[in-house]
């Protein structure tokens, strides 16, 4: 079964440091998103690319929070500087949309476990 | 804006118990996609199901079965026969394209715990 593939699958590091985790998307998915999962706001959407072009990053923190889709395999989610509130699970998914619409649904990875000291 | 609501926070039932996880939401497309997804103890998120809102067949796929119900605005999903590996925590998402892209509303999850 075709998956979506995240690195690494955990990371601590101190505050302050940089922290960049990856996601390869499904082939032949278009979309990628990244989300992020705490026990105080649950799963909520950071940002998410179509055809590798950003369609909505509203859900980061601008001023430490960057996502980038380098080419169509890989996409990007960096954090610098890093705080401990960062301390979370982050899951890419990707999915296939056209016209707007849902071709397929979105698959995710099995998440990055931050944890920033 | 859209929103899903999981009422049920923890559910606990015994070993070959039936149980109904429900699921609410709120939108204004006329458009938009249900999921659920199941989140066990290791952490992934694995995709259940999804239903088109012009689609409310109900429908089943061996123990598990999702009642669709735009009347009501519901999407609830029901496990028969349930097993200690059913336990984890059960997502409902909903993603409505006209108002607010692709992304995945998710309501709080129901966390199901399956006793032997």
């Known amino acids: 079964d075709a998956r979506v593939t995240q690195t690494p699958r955990h990371k601590v590091t101190e505050m302050g440091q940089e922290v960049t985790m990856r996601c390869q998307p499904i082939l032949g998915h278009n979309t990628v998103f990244w989300y992020r999962q705490t026990m105080m706001q649950g799963l909520e959407l950071l940002a998410y690319?179509?055809?590798?072009?950003?369609?909505?990053d509203s859900g980061m923190p601008k001023d430490r929070f960057s996502a980038e889709m380098p080419d169509a395999t890989l996409a990007t989610l960096k954090i610098q500087p890093s705080e401990p509130r960062d301390s979370a699970v982050y899951f890419c998914?990707?999915?296939?949309?056209?016209?707007?619409?849902?071709?397929?649904?979105?698959?995710f990875g099995d998440g990055t476990r931050l944890s920033i000291l | 804006a859209q929103k899903v609501t999981q009422a049920q926070t923890e559910i606990s039932v015994v070993e070959k118990e039936d149980v109904t996880l429900d699921c609410v939401y709120e939108?204004?497309?006329?458009?938009?996609?249900l999921f659920w997804y199941k989140q066990p103890p290791s952490g992934e998120l694995v995709f259940l199901i999804r239903r088109n809102s012009f689609d409310e067949q109900n429908e089943i796929s061996g123990r598990y079965s999702w009642n669709f119900q735009k009347s009501t605005s519901s999407f609830n999903f029901t496990i028969t026969a349930s097993q200690v590996v059913d336990s984890a925590v059960y997502f409902c998402a909903l993603s409505a394209t006209e108002t607010s892209g692709s992304r995945l509303t998710f309501g709080e999850g129901t966390q199901l715990t399956v006793n032997p």
């Open positions: 998914a990707s999915g296939l949309y056209v016209g707007g619409y849902s071709n397929q649904p979105q698959h």
């Open positions: 690319f179509r055809n590798r072009a950003p369609l909505d």
């Open positions: 939108t204004r497309d006329t458009t938009y996609y």
